[in-house]
T-cell receptor, first 114, second 109 residues
Framework: EADIYQTPRYLVIGTGKKITLECSQTMGHDKMYWYQQDPGMELHLIHYSYGVNSTEKGDLSSESTVSRIRTEHFPLTLESARPSHTSQYLC?????????????FGPGTRLTVL | QKEVEQNSGPLSVPEGAIASLNCTYSDRGSQSFFWYRQYSGKSPELIMFIYSNGDKEDGRFTAQLNKASQYVSLLIRDSQPSDSATYLCAVQARGKLIFGQGTELSVKP
C-alpha cells in the first residue's frame, strides 16, 4: 500500500475562504503531482513538482498555488475559494523505489465550496 | 484531438466473459504505458505497466502494446463483478503521465 496521505478527506467551506489541502508521502519520492477530478470525469493535472523548490503548472489552468519546501510535503492553497472550485483533488507521487516509476495516488480530498 | 483516447463506455459484460478496453495515443515518443483502475469515489491504483511491444500477462489481466499503431489495450479474462470500475489508460510523455478519460466497466452477475 502506498504511503501517501491527504488531509482533510472532506471539506465544506464558504465562498471567499482561504484553504490549504495537505499532501505528504513517506516514500522518498522526488516527484509530486496535484490532479483535479470531477465525478465521472477525467483526471486533470493542475500542478507538479520535480523536487524541492521546483513547481510547475499543469495542463489545466487553476487558481490554486503550490509549494515544495520539503521533499515529502506538497500543499495546495486556494486564496479565495469559489463554488467553481468544488471538485475532488488527488495528490500523487513517483520516484526512486517505485518499480515502474509509476505514480501512487493519495486518497483524495473532496472539496465543496458553498 | 486528445493525446490519449479511450473507447467510450460504459462497457457492460456478463460475469465470466472477457472485457476488452482500448486506448490510443498521439505522441510517438511515448515510452511507458499504464493501466489504472479507479473504483467509484476512490483514487486510481496501478494494475498493469507495459513498455515493449507485445503482450504482458498478470493473472487475469493482459496488456497489449502496438507502438506502430500507437495502440494499447487491456484484456480482463473471467470478468468478475468486483472488476466493475473505471479503467484509466496513462501514457508517459514529456516527463508526465497523460491520462485518458477512462472507460467505465460494468460486470453483470
Amino acid at each position: 500500500e502506498a504511503d501517501i496521505y491527504q488531509t482533510p478527506r472532506y471539506l465544506v467551506i464558504g465562498t471567499g475562504k482561504k484553504i490549504t489541502l495537505e499532501c505528504s508521502q513517506t516514500m522518498g519520492h522526488d516527484k509530486m503531482y496535484w490532479y483535479q477530478q470531477d465525478p465521472g470525469m477525467e483526471l486533470h493535472l493542475i500542478h507538479y513538482s520535480y523536487g524541492v523548490n521546483s513547481t510547475e503548472k499543469g495542463d489545466l489552468s487553476s487558481e490554486s498555488t503550490v509549494s515544495r519546501i520539503r521533499t515529502e510535503h506538497f500543499p495546495l492553497t486556494l486564496e479565495s475559494a469559489r463554488p467553481s472550485h468544488t471538485s475532488q483533488y488527488l495528490c500523487a507521487s513517483s520516484g526512486p523505489g517505485s518499480r515502474y516509476n509509476e505514480q501512487f495516488f493519495g486518497p483524495g480530498t473532496r472539496l465543496t465550496v458553498l | 484531438q486528445k493525446e490519449v483516447e479511450q473507447n467510450s463506455g460504459p462497457l457492460s459484460v456478463p460475469e465470466g466473459a472477457i472485457a476488452s478496453l482500448n486506448c490510443t495515443y498521439s505522441d510517438r515518443g511515448s515510452q511507458s504505458f499504464f493501466w489504472y483502475r479507479q473504483y467509484s469515489g476512490k483514487s486510481p491504483e496501478l494494475i498493469m505497466f507495459i513498455y515493449s511491444n507485445g503482450d504482458k500477462e498478470d493473472g487475469r489481466f493482459t496488456a497489449q502494446l502496438n507502438k506502430a499503431s500507437q495502440y494499447v489495450s487491456l484484456l480482463i479474462r473471467d470478468s468478475q463483478p468486483s472488476d466493475s470500475a473505471t479503467y484509466l489508460c496513462a501514457v508517459q510523455a514529456r516527463g508526465k503521465l497523460i491520462f485518458g478519460q477512462g472507460t467505465e466497466l460494468s460486470v453483470k452477475p
